[in-house]
């Protein structure tokens, strides 16, 4: 957790790998401590006491370990099947970080990028079976276009829960809802646990 | 009664002008006033300098904005804008390709870029017409976070935390010279004070160790180099609990997030820095007048005692879509309760 704090990106990979090395299985150190550490990040995200930057640094360092993880030792699949990717603009760090914490956290997860249409996102979630269509947004002229998401989905997938995250849904708590949202997250780490407890709904 | 310029020079020194001075920034809407596109308008100063003469004359508020889009200013790097019908343009993809090809940047001329020429142009239009009576507000993109335009903001972060600190400290080198010279490029044009946009200097971005270390310095270097003021301005970033130390930098003055509390942003600011803001100018697409009338009056509330304070959205942007009703309400409700001295009820 410290070294979250303070940007360590080799002092996080370096006691993550000891970890693995002691003999602590990948799915344990998950469960046991990235997870804790991530929802005491998340609190003093919410709290106004760390930054963006060290959000970063946690995502980057437990992806290095995760996407370096031998076959085999990855943790098993827990939750929906997620497909993931940032509506029209170009901002696609947020459904990064999202998509390395799902990861992170054993859900299996399709990330789609930047610059989707509503009809790729849809069809793409379709295909690919998924449980949850997770956007993200930067842009309020993008996040408007949430509309068309959800009257695709209702259309040819309504059982496909949506899922919105991003800056203009943060300033507006009320907008997820207006545009159609079956759930918003204020930021990357609660994503995980708002996808998590969405699949769950009837 | 003052004029808008007098008014908004009296609160930008951190005094009490005749009545708190109203900042709508609508870089976008005069476009409806001619019927055209997005991508036209915005390329075509002559219509941008109409466009806010018309609004000025609609809504009585206090400046006009020689603003056309912010992605401009990477194209002077070799980027390429994409436009959108309803909203703000972005940079179609950053012009480097990795923080590699930063080590070969050199500070463009921002003079020789055409988009940025054409802001030039617009400022001459609107010095023309309302030099000395309504401020002209321009914006330059602060040198922590030009990187992010250039580069992408994965990119960029990787550079700044983790990359080479040669090369980091090259790019900022590069933003900070370029920063300072298409701000003064706008004020030698006409701008009254200049915006500076440093959205990673805001506390969710940045640690206070990485503000001080890399946004901090390049302030000190470019506000003296700015003959006009500076607003500090994190694009709807909280900035509170930075306020003195960005005044003790240089700036004239700073815009307050929606998330930030507005009396105590005043007390942070100290009187050395005129405070602006906190509009939510996301939340503002969904109000009426009366929700208008009421949020406009609590940033009075907080921010009008003393003066030293501009009413304003916290991002430097309204919204596409953002109702005219609403923006009148706002200037009536600073025409109404922003009256200085002000009523015991403010």
Request: net charge negative.
């Amino acid at each position: 957790m410290q070294s979250f704090l303070d940007c360590d990106r080799e002092g996080t990979r370096a006691a993550i790998q000891a970890a693995l090395e002691d003999g602590v299985t990948l799915d344990r150190l998950v469960v046991d401590a990235i997870q804790p550490a991530f929802d005491d990040l998340d609190a003093l995200w919410g709290a106004g006491q760390v930054a963006l930057t060290q959000i970063f640094l946690a995502a980057r360092a437990v992806d290095d370990v995760v996407s370096a993880a031998a076959p085999g030792t990855a943790p098993p699949a827990r939750g929906p099947k997620v497909v993931l990717g940032t509506l029209v603009d170009g901002h696609s760090l947020g459904a990064r970080l999202v998509g390395i914490f799902l990861r992170a956290a054993g859900v299996e997860v399709v990330e789609l990028g930047g610059k989707q249409s509503p009809e790729d996102l849809c069809a793409r979630a379709v295909a690919e079976g998924a449980q949850v269509l997770a956007i993200s947004v930067l842009m309020l002229c993008s996040a408007g276009r949430v509309l068309e998401v959800r009257q695709i989905l209702d259309r040819d997938a309504p059982g496909i829960k949506l899922i919105v995250g991003g800056a203009p849904f943060r300033q507006d708590p009320n907008l997820a809802a207006r545009l159609g949202a079956d759930a918003w997250a204020p930021d990357a780490l609660q994503a995980v646990g708002v996808i998590q407890s969405l699949a769950d709904r009837p | 009664m003052m004029t808008p310029y007098e008014r908004v020079v009296t609160a930008v020194t951190c005094r009490e002008p005749d009545r708190v001075p109203v900042l709508l920034l609508l870089p976008l809407q005069g476009a409806r006033e001619f019927g055209m596109p997005l991508d036209q308008f915005l390329r075509d100063p002559a219509a941008m300098a109409e466009g806010q003469a018309r609004l000025l004359e609609r809504c009585g508020h206090d400046c006009v904005y020689a603003f056309s889009y912010g992605a401009a200013e990477a194209e002077a790097f070799g980027a390429s804008t994409e436009f959108y019908p309803n909203g703000a343009p972005n940079v179609a993809r950053p012009p480097l390709r990795d923080a590699a090809a930063a080590g070969a940047l050199e500070p463009p001329d921002p003079t020789a870029c055409e988009a940025l020429a054409r802001t030039l142009e617009l400022i001459r239009l609107l010095a023309g017409r309302f030099k000395g009576r309504v401020p002209i507000l321009a914006n330059a993109i602060a040198p922590l976070s030009l990187p992010v335009m250039l580069l992408g903001m994965e990119h960029w972060l990787d550079l700044l935390l983790f990359g080479d600190p040669g090369l980091r400290d090259h790019l900022l080198q590069v933003c900070e010279v370029f920063c300072a010279r298409w701000a003064q490029a706008q004020v030698a044009a006409g701008a009254d004070a200049v915006g500076y946009f440093e959205p990673m200097a805001s506390t969710e971005m940045t640690t206070p160790a990485q503000f001080r270390q890399f946004a901090l310095p390049a302030l000190r270097s470019v506000a003296p180099q700015v003959k006009a003021p500076l607003i500090f301005a994190t694009a709807g970033g909280k900035n509170s609990a930075r306020a003195a130390e960005i005044a003790e930098a240089g700036a004239a003055g700073i815009v307050g997030s929606a998330a930030d509390d507005l009396g105590e942003l005043k007390r942070q600011a100290g009187g050395r820095l005129a405070v602006a803001g906190n509009l939510n100018n996301i939340a503002m697409v969904a109000w009426d007048p009366a929700e208008a009338e009421r949020q406009a009056r609590c940033c009075l509330a907080a921010g009008a005692p003393g003066g030293g304070y501009l009413l304003c959205d916290q991002h430097g942007e309204i919204a596409w879509d953002t109702s005219p009703a609403v923006l009148a309400a706002i200037v009536e409700a600073a025409q109404r309760w922003g009256r200085y001295p002000l009523a015991p009820e403010t």
